[in-house]
């Protein structure tokens, strides 16, 4: 009995040690595994595929001349259009969003440029880094854009702009948020669809642009965005400036319905900033389908921006 005993208590001890072991192997090769994929999204979202210009027919398209210009840091040479309205010294710059360039809605855009032009505003629209044509390697959602932006600014200045408003889409907008608070030569900003934070952003939201489950890929897939990349998130964020942009105007436009940065974004920025951050919050439409599925009102709403800009101008 006592040599059964022992035979017995010796097999348990196996069997334990063989589960231990197993869990063990298994808990490295799931950590392995989140690594692999966290890494592997994390460079794929700071490197998307770039998006091609369309090809559209010259008939839709209102004149305009190719343009390069360098960022603010004379580090990336940029590429872009500008549509010149002559004699005019006003200019909107068109900033993009993620995974796109200078024409954000593709044939679409002619439509806002030229409302733009009838307004007497000169358009630029340029591709941020690693976009379109321009250079770069890197994407990072704002942090450098915000240099590619800025050195928009620079060049139309150059061209003789007198009156300076961004435009922004998404994280084009979040970017035109904090330019504008650095660069006192922007008059406006029109920000469509910004997010507040860019490290609560990528942290709460971060699967709507991976498709993979929030948790725990949303913090892993971060925090390789910062090892990969060198940036870190926490150092951009609109909500945090929005308000040294004051007393210049700052419309906001957002709908309720945005699944990929929900409205509270626009929320926070609007309660940040001060009585110049106004907010226009569609429904029923997605992530920056205002323009598209509400042409019409969109094109007038910003018509209407713009002329008071120009009508406090004129006071001034």
């Not at 390069?68 to 990336?76: A, V």
């Not at 948790?215 to 090892?227: A, H």
């Not at 900033?273 to 094109?299: A, C, P």
Request: net charge neutral; with cysteine; charged share 20%.
């Amino acid at each position: 009995m006592r040599i059964s005993g022992v035979s017995y208590a010796q097999r348990k001890t196996h069997w334990i040690r063989t589960i231990v072991m197993v869990i063990i192997i298994l808990v490295l090769l799931a950590s392995i595994a989140l690594i692999g994929v966290s890494t592997y999204t994390g460079w794929m979202l700071t490197h998307p595929k770039r998006k091609a210009l369309p090809v559209f027919t010259s008939n839709i398209v209102p004149e305009y001349r190719n343009i390069s210009f360098k960022d603010i840091k004379d580090e990336i040479n940029l590429k872009g259009w500008f549509f010149e309205v002559k004699g005019s010294n006003k200019t909107v710059i068109l900033a993009h969003g993620y995974r796109q360039n200078r024409l954000q809605y593709g044939e679409d855009t002619f439509v806002l440029i030229k409302s733009l032009l009838n307004q007497g505003y000169n358009v630029l629209t340029f591709d941020f880094r690693n976009c379109g044509e321009s250079e770069g390697k890197v994407t990072t959602v704002g942090i450098y854009e915000k240099n590619d932006l800025l050195g928009a600014i620079n060049y139309a200045k150059k061209l003789g702009s007198k009156q300076i408003v961004l435009m922004g889409f998404s994280m084009g907008a979040a970017t035109s948020i904090v330019a504008a608070a650095q660069s006192q030569d922007v008059d406006a900003v029109i920000a469509d669809s910004p997010f507040s934070d860019l490290e609560e952003y990528l942290n709460d939201n971060l699967n709507a642009w991976s498709n993979l489950p929030s948790f725990p890929f949303n913090q892993t897939t971060f925090l390789t965005i910062k090892i990969l990349e060198g940036v870190n998130p926490k150092e951009f964020s609109p909500r945090a400036v929005i308000k040294d942009i004051a007393p210049r105007p700052v419309m906001l436009i957002h709908s309720k319905d945005d699944a990929y940065i929900p409205v509270s974004n626009s929320h926070e920025l609007l309660k940040a900033g001060g009585s110049n951050v106004k907010l226009w919050e569609t429904e029923g439409v997605n992530h920056i389908e205002s323009f598209t599925k509400l042409t019409d009102e969109y094109l007038q709403r910003i018509t209407e921006f713009l002329n008071n800009l120009n009508d406090d101008s004129d006071e001034n």
